[in-house]
């Protein structure tokens, strides 16, 4: 089962994919980061974080395979920036499913951290990013599964109550 966690800049992914990854979850990790540190930018960055997010996918293994991030993302953040969709991104979409996606809201507690800054500047980004993403979701035929703002521990049992 591929297992999407998703939601804008500042959600609390990171923090909630550590956990599920200390319950013994097989967890994959976001490398946009890294990437964004070769100096890369605009559409060789967005390609080459499409191209990783593809081999990841195609490499993880596992009953539970909890994603950090996707090709949904790349798309959504696209959208974001008023930038046009490339076929790319669609033929990724449509080739690479998951079983469900996971959309967290905004955290209350938004700061910014030196470089979620350059794509989501404030609250009201990460809100316009998170209802981007529901709707883009359902544009591909998934269903997200809304995860309100709440501590870590009642995240992490509302998704293994909805696996």
């Known amino acids: 089962m591929?297992?999407?966690?998703?939601?804008?800049?500042?959600?609390?992914?990171?923090?909630?994919?550590?956990?599920?990854?200390?319950?013994?979850?097989?967890?994959?990790?976001?490398?946009?980061?890294?990437?964004?540190?070769?100096?890369?930018?605009?559409?060789?960055?967005?390609?080459?974080?499409?191209?990783?997010?593809?081999?990841?996918?195609?490499?993880?293994?596992?009953?539970?395979?909890?994603?950090?991030?996707?090709?949904?993302?790349?798309?959504?953040?696209?959208?974001?920036?008023?930038?046009?969709?490339?076929?790319?991104?669609?033929?990724?979409?449509?080739?690479y499913k998951f079983d469900k996606v996971f959309v967290l809201e905004p955290l209350d507690n938004y700061e910014p951290d030196g470089i979620r800054e350059l794509f989501i500047k404030n609250k009201e980004d990460a809100k316009r990013w998170f209802e981007l993403a529901i709707r883009t979701c359902r544009e591909y035929d998934y269903e997200p599964i809304v995860v309100k703002n709440m501590p870590i521990k009642d995240r992490i049992e509302f998704i293994s109550k909805n696996l």
């Open 2 to 95: 591929k297992i999407l966690i998703t939601g804008p800049c500042g959600s609390g992914k990171t923090t909630t994919l550590s956990e599920l990854e200390k319950l013994g979850y097989k967890v994959t990790k976001e490398h946009a980061g890294k990437i964004w540190k070769t100096g890369l930018r605009g559409d060789e960055f967005e390609l080459a974080v499409l191209k990783t997010r593809m081999e990841i996918y195609e490499n993880a293994k596992g009953k539970i395979v909890f994603f950090d991030r996707s090709f949904l993302d790349s798309l959504i953040f696209r959208k974001f920036d008023g930038k046009l969709i490339l076929k790319q991104f669609v033929d990724a979409i449509k080739k």
